[in-house]
């Protein structure tokens, strides 16, 4: 978010889902936002509007009806680039992969969350993708990375795309696809 937020060619529309619709408290409506979320303005009218769509440990909690993950997928079909940044949510039945986005992910969660320390490695697909092939600190064909280690991979078998990235056992750790235009 701040590195996005810092470059001021980019128009970044963030939203932090605080409380899900399901916790009930005393705090009364008019007290809960400043402003009502435009959903159906962002995931219907204006979706193709945008270069990316990033979900960063989200899960479904009933807030996004399923009609704006369809319009997701379709935007991503059409040209549209998704992120999905992934936690332990991942693994659980609100996870995004059981949303109509899982035709677009290239991965699909395998229940396995792997809590040790670890170095992440670029691939050999990675050595030559343009998103891997120059990162700071990587590993190269003959040397370890240079980064700190990671502390928990959420377990995923990759279904299409590249591996580009992986953890303990070669498990995927950044898979990239193209799927449709996007």
């Known amino acids: 978010r701040n590195l996005l937020k810092g470059d001021p060619s980019v128009d970044l529309v963030h939203f932090t889902i605080l409380r899900p619709p399901s916790k009930q408290d005393d705090t009364p409506l008019k007290e809960l936002s400043l402003i009502v979320f435009p959903t159906q303005e962002l995931f219907s009218e204006k979706l193709d509007g945008f270069d990316l769509v990033i979900f960063d440990r989200y899960s479904e909690q009933g807030i996004l009806p399923l009609a704006y993950f369809e319009n997701i997928a379709g935007y991503v079909y059409n040209g549209g680039a998704l992120l999905v940044s992934s936690g332990p949510e991942f693994t659980g039945p609100l996870g995004i992969y059981h949303t109509p986005l899982a035709s677009v992910l290239p991965a699909q969660p395998t229940g396995?969350?792997?809590?040790?320390?670890?170095?992440?490695?670029?691939?050999?697909?990675?050595?030559?993708?343009p998103v891997t092939r120059d990162l700071p600190g990587a590993n190269t064909q003959s040397a370890a990375p240079r980064w700190g280690r990671w502390f928990r991979l959420i377990g995923a078998q990759k279904i299409t795309g590249q591996t580009v990235m992986s953890g303990p056992g070669d498990k995927p750790l950044l898979v990239l696809d193209r799927i449709g235009n996007g």
């Open 112 to 129: 396995d969350i792997f809590a040790r320390g670890f170095k992440p490695m670029v691939t050999q697909a990675g050595f030559s993708h």
